[in-house]
């Protein structure tokens, strides 16, 4: 499958920049979004902007225009992939207190972050036997793909990163001469902020994958690729492989964890209902509900409506 060739442009996006009112950015860019049919998450915080949109090129062309003119957006970071259909339900624009939550008063990656790293120069990096490599994500993306040699630190969320890494923090640097510490996450933004949080506890050589696996995986030939398996993302194309291809995982409507080839093929696997990962997690009453909640979607996607319950997962 060539990813040119398909219709839809998905647009992953961040900026870091101080909104004196973010608040009053949100109703003039939500109406820009509908204006041109652009349907997915955007965040709000004093802290800046991050989300994902997806619409056509022109669609998504106007609207990055209109993020772009915001105050201090003009470099805004944004990668593109394709997606043969649609992969959000709706537009959404939210404010938060944090556009990645980590839950660390005082950490600014406009103060102080981690050094970039080229995707073309990735793999040097963590081939050195003096670097440690951490995968920043959460435990269900970690589990479907990350590179090879990657610590899993297996949290739920980012808050729990920060725990993590003062709990491990002798384990992983050790005595002496302490290691160069290389991290990634999906699209960049979640490593601004852990590659800042390092820093700010005292490690010196602390590296950032540019652009996240989407980048790398964009870039990087597979052949030359240290990637193994597919990279999460928040929509409904769940995964993505080299390229930006779209991947094969589904999504567990009940517990929004992806789901393999090989468990669809489960007998705790129904669609819409459950999977292996959730199937001990929920009682029958409530895979019956969601049994009659797939069914009205599906109604609905036969007659071209937008079934009412229908929502997405996004990055918290």
């Given at each position: 499958?060539?990813?040119?060739?398909?219709?839809?442009?998905?647009?992953?996006?961040?900026?870091?920049?101080?909104?004196?009112?973010?608040?009053?950015?949100?109703?003039?860019?939500?109406?820009?979004?509908?204006?041109?049919?652009?349907?997915?998450?955007?965040?709000?915080?004093?802290?800046?902007?991050?989300?994902?949109?997806?619409?056509?090129?022109?669609?998504?062309?106007?609207?990055?225009?209109?993020?772009?003119?915001?105050?201090?957006?003009?470099?805004?970071?944004?990668?593109?992939?394709?997606?043969?259909?649609?992969?959000?339900?709706?537009?959404?624009?939210?404010?938060?207190?944090?556009?990645?939550?980590?839950?660390?008063?005082?950490?600014?990656?406009?103060?102080?972050?981690?050094?970039?790293?080229?995707?073309?120069?990735?793999?040097?990096?963590?081939?050195?036997?003096?670097?440690?490599?951490?995968?920043?994500?959460?435990?269900?993306?970690?589990?479907?793909?990350?590179?090879?040699?990657?610590?899993?630190?297996?949290?739920?969320?980012?808050?729990?990163?920060?725990?993590?890494?003062?709990?491990?923090?002798?384990?992983l640097l050790g005595q002496g001469k302490a290691?160069?510490?290389?991290?990634?996450?999906?699209?960049?933004?979640?490593?601004?902020?852990?590659?800042?949080?390092?820093?700010?506890?005292?490690?010196?050589?602390?590296?950032?994958?540019?652009?996240?696996?989407?980048?790398?995986?964009?870039?990087?030939?597979?052949?030359?690729?240290?990637?193994?398996?597919?990279?999460?993302?928040?929509?409904?194309?769940?995964?993505?492989?080299?390229?930006?291809?779209?991947?094969?995982?589904?999504?567990?409507?009940?517990?929004?964890?992806?789901?393999?080839?090989?468990?669809?093929?489960?007998?705790?696997?129904?669609?819409?209902?459950?999977?292996?990962?959730?199937?001990?997690e929920r009682t029958e009453e409530q895979r019956?509900?969601?049994?009659?909640?797939?069914?009205?979607?599906?109604?609905a996607a036969a007659r071209g409506l937008a079934?009412?319950?229908?929502?997405?997962?996004?990055?918290?």
């Open positions: 499958m060539d990813p040119a060739s398909l219709p839809i442009c998905v647009a992953a996006l961040y900026k870091f920049t101080p909104f004196a009112d973010h608040a009053a950015l949100r109703a003039p860019l939500l109406e820009q979004c509908r204006q041109h049919g652009v349907k997915g998450t955007l965040l709000l915080a004093h802290e800046g902007i991050n989300g994902t949109i997806a619409g056509s090129d022109a669609e998504i062309a106007a609207v990055l225009d209109h993020i772009r003119s915001l105050p201090g957006c003009a470099a805004l970071d944004v990668k593109f992939s394709r997606a043969p259909a649609m992969p959000f339900h709706r537009m959404k624009v939210r404010l938060k207190a944090e556009i990645v939550t980590m839950g660390q008063p005082g950490i600014d990656p406009l103060a102080s972050v981690g050094t970039y790293v080229a995707p073309a120069d990735w793999n040097a990096l963590i081939a050195d036997p003096e670097t440690i490599l951490i995968d920043t994500r959460n435990d269900y993306e970690v589990a479907i793909g990350t590179f090879q040699g990657a610590i899993d630190p297996q949290t739920a969320s980012f808050r729990d990163f920060p725990d993590w890494f003062r709990a491990c923090r002798d384990e290691p160069k510490v290389a991290m990634f996450c999906t699209g960049g933004i979640r490593c601004e902020k852990s590659t800042a949080f390092l820093k700010a506890e005292g490690v010196e050589e602390v590296y950032h994958l540019q652009g996240g696996i989407l980048k790398y995986l964009e870039d990087v030939p597979a052949e030359q690729s240290r990637w193994q398996g597919e990279c999460f993302v928040f929509d409904q194309r769940v995964s993505v492989g080299h390229g930006l291809v779209p991947g094969r995982h589904a999504s567990c409507h009940a517990c929004r964890r992806p789901v393999s080839p090989e468990a669809q093929a489960a007998p705790e696997y129904e669609e819409g209902v459950s999977c292996p990962a959730c199937f001990g019956a509900g969601y049994r009659e909640r797939h069914r009205q979607e599906m109604l079934h009412v319950g229908a929502a997405m997962t996004e990055e918290p």
